[in-house]
């Protein structure tokens, strides 16, 4: 199974936008632009709202046939370890494998020895095309990058393997994902995690590393964007060198995992791969590696996972609606402010919410419908635009899930006034920057 060179992660908490989502994907396309949508959803998600990967699987191809959709399209197991691998085989043909906790920990010494013994050649001044400086590679740093990754590749080749062993090799795609973690990986370790990848024999098609700058959930980039913008470079460029040096699937790509809504950076995200689709970057002198060309057959593909931002579209269809489904917004918030510790736990790493600047629930409550969607709607030029209160609704989809059929009857209620935005917001806020500036 491959993955095409674009592809989106429009997962979605309440398996119920699947038509709606995939209706921006259809409007690309009438545009000439192909994306592959991809309906990912985590266990942590599914243990939270009380679905099973089999809804996602339902939502999906119910989506396609609904929709007429020929092309292929993917439901992705989205961060999955060993422990919780199992329920998610049957349904799903993309697997996420997350060995985020694993990085740090130390790997057998042998297997450190055999990985620097390996990859003597790079040591010295190793120079990748479309990389302005050279990386000094010496063998303490080989040793110190194998001891930071090695045990994370390990893990991901023994996920690997198991789901390979169930499913059959060529049945479903694979990712690695590294980027639930502090720290971020720089392109000259994702050069050897690449090679680590290799060795361990799995055929990744994409590579989510941690960039550097914060990813908070469902709100702008926070960071530096130019320091940003060069280290994607970066990694584009050791992705393309990677693939041809160690056989990795020609269609390797990145995936940004983006915790929704990272708008500041798809500009420079969408010239880099417009940069290096056209193929070797810069008139570098091939280094010691001889590192000719850098191009892949297919260009530089990204696949971008923003899957909460339609669960906020959810709500702000339901506002916009008024009558029972503002109450349903209203009543959500309200809860989630009062539950607030409870909500942020799972995603302590992701959030930074202005606790003092929340506006209180009894203000909210005198809102109207416009008030509210202007609020929470992700406009940041439009001053009612409130980022802590977005962040918070963000996390609070546990509150929707406890509303049951209540919420659920609303959101088949105000279909299409939902369907409205979340089509919108897909097409306009996500394609249209990203995808639409690499043509
Ligand atoms: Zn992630």
Redesign the pocket.
């Known amino acids: 199974m491959i993955l095409e060179k674009y592809s989106f992660g429009i997962g979605d908490r309440f398996c119920r936008q699947g038509k709606a989502q995939l209706a921006a994907l259809m409007k690309a396309k009438q545009q000439g632009l192909n994306i592959t949508p991809v309906w990912n959803k985590s266990h942590r998600e599914h243990t939270i709202i009380g679905t099973t990967p089999q809804d996602t699987r339902r939502e999906a191809d119910e989506a396609v046939r609904a929709c007429g959709w020929r092309d292929p399209y993917f439901v992705d197991a989205?961060?999955i370890g060993l422990s919780n691998v199992d329920e998610f085989i049957e349904s799903s043909d993309f697997f996420t494998l997350?060995v985020a906790d694993f990085i740090g920990k130390p790997a057998d010494k042998s297997d450190v020895d055999s990985f620097v013994q390996k990859h003597k050649k790079f040591i010295g001044s190793l120079a990748i095309d479309g990389v302005d400086e050279t990386f000094d590679i010496t063998e303490k740093r080989l040793r110190t990058i194998a001891g930071k990754f090695l045990l994370a590749v390990k893990e991901a080749g023994k996920i690997y393997r198991y789901i390979e062993a169930t499913r059959g090799a060529d049945n479903f795609v694979t990712e690695v994902?590294m980027?639930?973690t502090l720290l971020p990986q720089m392109p000259v370790e994702m050069f050897f995690i690449l090679a680590a990848i290799a060795a361990e024999g799995i055929p990744a098609q994409t590579i989510?590393p941690k960039f550097t700058g914060r990813f908070n959930k469902g709100v702008d980039y926070v960071g530096d964007v130019t320091l940003f913008a060069k280290e994607f470079e970066g990694d584009l460029a050791v992705v393309a060198f990677a693939v041809k040096e160690f056989g990795l699937p020609e269609n390797l790509k990145l995936s940004i995992?983006s915790g929704s809504d990272k708008f500041s950076i798809y500009a420079p995200v969408a010239e880099a791969l417009k940069k290096f689709d056209a193929g070797p970057v810069g008139n570098k002198s091939p280094g010691r590696t001889g590192a000719a060309s850098v191009r892949t057959s297919n260009g530089a593909g990204l696949h971008l996972?923003t899957a909460g931002t339609t669960w906020l579209e959810e709500l702000i269809g339901l506002a916009m609606a008024g009558g029972d489904g503002l109450a349903i917004a209203k009543e959500v918030y309200a809860k989630a402010v009062s539950r607030i510790d409870e909500l942020c736990a799972p995603y302590a790493t992701v959030v930074d919410i202005n606790r003092e600047k929340l506006p209180a629930p009894k203000i909210v409550d005198r809102w109207d419908e416009g008030a509210f969607a202007l609020a929470l709607r992700h406009n940041r030029s439009c001053e009612e635009y409130d980022s802590n209160f977005r962040q918070l609704l963000h996390l609070a989809y546990k509150i929707a899930a406890e509303m049951g059929e209540r919420y659920l009857n609303a959101l088949a209620k105000y279909e299409d006034i939902i369907a409205r935005n979340v089509t919108e917001n897909i097409y306009d806020r996500h394609i249209k920057p990203l995808f639409m500036g690499t043509q």
């Open positions: 989205d961060h997350d994902s980027d639930e989510a995992h996972k």
